[in-house]
C-alpha cells in the first residue's frame, strides 16, 4: 500500500533561515508526489508536484523540493524563511489502489518561522 | 476564477443529530472530492464523484454517512446519526477531470463539532 510519513510534527526557523520539511515516501510504482499547504481557517493549496523528469521540483512561493529515489525522500525546500511561510504542510502521494489515483496524504508539519 | 465554496463554514452539533455540509465546485470541474481531516491527522477521501456519478466510497462509513452530486455540479454530504469520533473538518475539493486527480483544489472547509 501507498504511504507517506512526514517525521516531524513541528519544525521552527528563524525568518531568513533556508528551511526543509521531511516527507518519506512508499509506493509499488512509480511515485507521484505531492506538496500541499494549509494556512489557518483554509483549505489545502497545491503547491508543487512530482511526476518525473528533473529531480529538483519548482513550485509556488518560491518553494523547491527534492526527489531522491535511493532515499525514497521529497522533502520540501525553500532558501530564504518568510514568516507567512507560517503553515501546516502535508506530502501526498498517488493512491495507485485507488480506483483513479487519489491523494494519500501525511500526517502534516507544522512550520513556524519567527521574526 | 472562483475557488471551491463550502458552507456552513462551522456546526455545532449533540451526538444523535443529523447534519448536511454544502460545496460547490469550481466551474467545469468534473471531479469532485469529500475528505475528512480529523485534527493531528492529513485528509483521508471520503468519496469522489465523476460528474453524478460515484467513483470511489470505499472509506465511506456507509451505515451513517451519505452524499450525492444530482445533477453533477453541488454536493452535499450529510451524517445522520452524528458520532463524538465525526468530529473533524470536512475538506470539498474539485478537479478538472480523472486524469487531473492530483491535482485538486480545495474549500475552507467546515469545521464540525460533536458533544
Known amino acids: 500500500a501507498q504511504s507517506v510519513a512526514q517525521p516531524e510534527d513541528q519544525v521552527n526557523v528563524a525568518e531568513g533561515n533556508p528551511l526543509t520539511v521531511k516527507c518519506t515516501y512508499s509506493?509499488?510504482?512509480?511515485?507521484?508526489l505531492f506538496w500541499y499547504v494549509q494556512y489557518p481557517n483554509r483549505g489545502l493549496q497545491f503547491l508543487l508536484k512530482?511526476?518525473?523528469?528533473?529531480?529538483l521540483v519548482k513550485g509556488s512561493y518560491g518553494f523547491e523540493a527534492e526527489f531522491n529515489k535511493s532515499q525514497t525522500s521529497f522533502h520540501l525546500k525553500k532558501p530564504s524563511a518568510l514568516v507567512s511561510d507560517s503553515a501546516l504542510y502535508f506530502c501526498?502521494?498517488?493512491?495507485?489502489?485507488?480506483?483513479?489515483?487519489?491523494?494519500?496524504f501525511g500526517k502534516g508539519t507544522k512550520l513556524s518561522v519567527k521574526p | 476564477e472562483a475557488g471551491v465554496a463550502q458552507s456552513p463554514r462551522y456546526k455545532i452539533i449533540e451526538k444523535r443529530q443529523s447534519v448536511a455540509f454544502w460545496c460547490n465546485p469550481i466551474?467545469?470541474?468534473?471531479?469532485l472530492y469529500w475528505y475528512q481531516q480529523i485534527l493531528g491527522q492529513g485528509p483521508k477521501l471520503l468519496i469522489q464523484?465523476?460528474?453524478?456519478?460515484?467513483?470511489?466510497d470505499s472509506q465511506l462509513p456507509k451505515d451513517r454517512f451519505s452524499a450525492e452530486r444530482l445533477k453533477g455540479v453541488d454536493s452535499t454530504l450529510k451524517i445522520q446519526p452524528a458520532k463524538l469520533e465525526d468530529s473533524a473538518v470536512y475538506l470539498c475539493?474539485?478537479?478538472?477531470?480523472?486524469?487531473?486527480?492530483?491535482?485538486?483544489?480545495f474549500g475552507p472547509g467546515t469545521r464540525l463539532t460533536v458533544t
Open positions: 509506493v509499488s510504482g512509480n511515485p507521484y
Open positions: 475539493a474539485s478537479s478538472r477531470g480523472l486524469a487531473d486527480s492530483y491535482e485538486q483544489y
Open positions: 501526498a502521494v498517488r493512491d495507485y489502489g485507488g480506483s483513479q489515483g487519489n491523494l494519500i
Open positions: 466551474s467545469g470541474h468534473a471531479t
Open positions: 512530482y511526476i518525473t523528469g528533473d529531480n
Open positions: 464523484f465523476q460528474n453524478n456519478g460515484v467513483v470511489d
